[in-house]
């Protein structure tokens, strides 16, 4: 049992839904996200309305048992480290061809079942996307619970600016270890800025 307690909620869960916090050494309070700071950690979870939260009631220093400087914009903050981390992975999963962009590249990989995820630009033409919904419809034989995942989390000129000519308007995530760590990011970010039954269509 991996079970770790958010300091806002006390409830107990999986670290993979929740974001770890340490103490550095110089008092300042850092995230975790690849939960490999050394030190006493303290847990929220990943939702950033329960990161404010933390900040507001001042939970860090009593979970952590220390002084701690906390950063007032400290949920805006782990959204820019989110987002960070997942596009960065969308560049490594680009490299090894596990991550695929245009609309007909991404629409085959839909209906023969190698695309894991599907990504648009929140601003992308609705008639695109629509053609993809269909498309995920059709793999999954109408069964809703059968689709894979669907995000809208950042703007094609967001997506231009951060992955050059690596932006896109509609992607697919591949099975792979970086496909797979595209979802992952995809889903916590997601959950972090919508809570847990939003951001994924």
């Not at 805006?76 to 596990?98: D, H, T």
């Not at 991404?106 to 919904?133: N, P, Q, T």
Request: hydrophobic share 45%; net charge positive; charged share 25%.
């Amino acid at each position: 049992m991996n079970d770790r307690m958010c300091i806002v909620t006390r409830e107990r869960g999986q670290p993979d839904g929740l974001l770890r916090f340490v103490a550095g050494p110089d008092g300042q309070l850092i995230p975790d996200l690849r939960l490999n700071l050394p030190g006493r950690g303290c847990w929220v979870t990943a939702e950033r309305e329960k990161v404010e939260l933390a900040v507001k009631r001042k939970l860090f220093g009593r979970a952590l048992k220390t002084e701690v400087i906390v950063d007032p914009d400290l949920g805006a903050a782990v959204e820019g480290l989110l987002c960070a981390s997942l596009l960065g992975m969308m560049n490594m999963a680009r490299k090894s061809g596990q991550f695929i962009s245009g609309s007909g590249k991404v629409e085959e990989a839909v209906r023969s079942g190698a695309a894991i995820a599907l990504m648009h630009a929140s601003d992308a033409a609705e008639d695109g996307i629509r053609k993809l919904r269909q498309a995920n419809t059709a793999r999954a034989k109408g069964d809703r619970q059968a689709q894979i995942p669907v995000f809208r989390l950042f703007s094609a000129e967001e997506l231009s600016l951060a992955m050059g000519e690596g932006g896109f308007i509609h992607a697919a995530a591949l099975a792979g270890q970086a496909g797979e760590g595209v979802v992952k990011r995809a889903m916590i970010l997601a959950r972090y800025r919508y809570g847990p039954d939003k951001g994924v269509d």
